[in-house]
């Protein structure tokens, strides 16, 4: 039987078990007042300037960082809508569009965003705003890469500054930046556009000394340089070269030598590249045929550009305004003025709609015969289509006043005074027929009126570079740009 004082009574073991739970609650206590105080003690610790206290994320936080996110993509709406200015050229609003986020876009695109900037001053032709930005480029320490040397020379090429687009192609290859043939496609294009065969042919060369090899592509814009220029042996000989090399022609390559064959006039040729064509077994599309029908608009055969209307049709070929008008342009070269009406009508029964180089060619048709009001009213037709002339619109019709009989003095220099007040630059062909219609000594007047020099070539420059000229000039300029002979 076990001693009465080691048995606890009753009594004392519910004193230990209540000295028990009133432990327990209060070490629970006890861990709540220390947590409290632990994170009252946190709070202030980040509250300090050092630790900014946390808060709760509101919408505008999450609008920042949204916004934030936007900059640093290139397929986020604000970089597409800077990419779709750039391709159109739309320089001074990719310019305001740059100084809107140039503050916001990562360091890591900033040579992107540079880069959207040049090719918007390139595919504009603006090769002044082009230099400004590489310039500027540079000062902000980011080097031109390939892509910048190509926008540099593609901005030259299509301002038509070949020596500087030449200039930009040795940069790059005295540069540590590669240079691929891409770069030498530009320059062959700008001697292209220049009418400069020799060139292109020289910068063929050098690709091809250098170890670049030439595609298609490249035979295709040397052939096309001999196109503009009327060289059609060069450009037979450059597509033998491409089918030597392994290279295997499209029906672009045979149009290209068909073009060469319509600028020299040389009709025959022209039908006798489409034949071997179709001999290759390539099928000639609506470009091709357009083509052919133009070589027969400079033969001045009518008649043939009509068989080639008819054989597209019959090939199941849609003729575009394009053809129709190739055939209009063959109308009045043979003075079959009436005939041209008609098929005008008939154009717009099918539906089609005239442009400029359209209602042009009609008032061509009209200046060959001395017709001032038909190439009068094809003109105001032509506005009335909300169509803008150009200056062989305008040309056209000054020189159907000049040969009417009497002479339309007056119109003529009307037309032509309207002309230089919408920006339109002249060139000597204008100034001859404006001559012709009023006489020399009213030509120095009109002139020196609007602050001209009837011997300055104008025909380099752009119509916005023009209005340009005429915009930034002092008033008192206008009688001293004239030199009498």
Not at 22 to 35: E, F
Not at 57 to 66: F, L, S
Not at 69 to 93: H, I, M, N
Not at 238 to 266: F, N, R
Request: hydrophobic fraction near 40%; charged fraction near 25%; include cysteine.
């Amino acid at each position: 039987m076990a001693s009465p004082s080691c048995c606890p009574s009753s009594g004392s073991l519910q004193s230990y078990r209540r000295i028990c739970h009133s432990s327990v609650a209060a070490s629970l206590v006890l861990c709540v007042l220390v947590g409290i105080v632990y994170r009252f003690s946190l709070s202030n610790c980040f509250a300090s300037p050092r630790y900014p206290a946390r808060r709760m994320q509101t919408t505008a936080d999450r609008n920042a960082i949204k916004k934030a996110a936007e900059f640093s993509d290139t397929s986020s709406p604000v970089w597409r809508e800077l990419e779709a200015r750039a391709q159109a050229g739309d320089v001074k609003e990719v310019e305001v569009l740059f100084e809107q986020m140039k503050q916001k876009v990562p360091s890591g695109l900033q040579k992107v965003l540079f880069n959207t900037v040049i090719k918007a001053c390139a595919n504009a032709g603006d090769l002044e705003d082009a230099e400004t930005w590489c310039n500027r480029m540079e000062t902000a320490g980011i080097r031109p890469g390939i892509k910048i040397y190509r926008r540099m020379i593609e901005a030259a090429a299509k301002a038509g500054d070949l020596p500087t687009a030449e200039k930009w192609l040795q940069l790059q290859t005295k540069s540590d930046v590669a240079v691929d043939m891409s770069s030498y496609n530009v320059i062959i294009d700008a001697c292209a556009r220049k009418r400069d065969v020799q060139s292109a042919q020289k910068w063929l060369a050098k690709a091809i000394e250098v170890g670049l090899i030439p595609t298609i592509i490249t035979y295709t814009t040397v052939i096309a340089a001999c196109a503009k220029a009327g060289d059609l042996q060069s450009a037979q000989k450059w597509l033998a070269k491409a089918i030597e090399v392994g290279l295997v022609p499209d029906i672009v390559q045979y149009t290209a030598v068909i073009d060469s064959c319509a600028k020299s006039g040389d009709l025959q040729s022209a039908q006798k590249w489409m034949a071997k064509a179709e001999e290759a077994g390539l099928i000639p599309n609506i470009i091709t045929y357009n083509t052919v029908i133009g070589a027969c608009a400079k033969a001045g055969d009518l008649q043939a550009s009509k068989q080639w209307l008819t054989r597209a049709t019959d090939a199941r070929l849609a003729p575009n305004i394009v053809t129709y008008t190739s055939v209009l342009d063959a109308c009045s070269r043979t003075e079959e003025y009436r005939t041209a009406e008609l098929l005008f009508e008939k154009l717009l029964e099918l539906g089609m709609k005239p442009n400029i180089i359209t209602f042009t060619t009609l008032m061509s048709a009209c200046a060959r015969r001395g017709n001032w009001i038909g190439a009068k009213e094809w003109f105001d037709r032509a506005i009335e289509a909300k169509l803008q002339p150009t200056i062989l619109s305008y040309t056209a019709v000054i020189g159907a006043c000049a040969r009417a009989k009497p002479q339309q003095g007056e119109l003529a220099e009307e037309l032509f005074r309207r002309m230089i007040s919408e920006g339109i630059a002249p060139d000597g062909f204008a100034l001859n027929k404006l001559e012709s219609a009023i006489g020399r000594q009213e030509l120095g007047r009109v002139c020196d009126d609007l602050g001209l020099d009837p011997y300055q070539d104008f025909s380099k420059t752009s119509n916005n570079k023009f209005k340009d000229l005429r915009a930034n000039r002092h008033p008192t300029d206008d009688r001293l740009n004239f030199r009498r002979r």
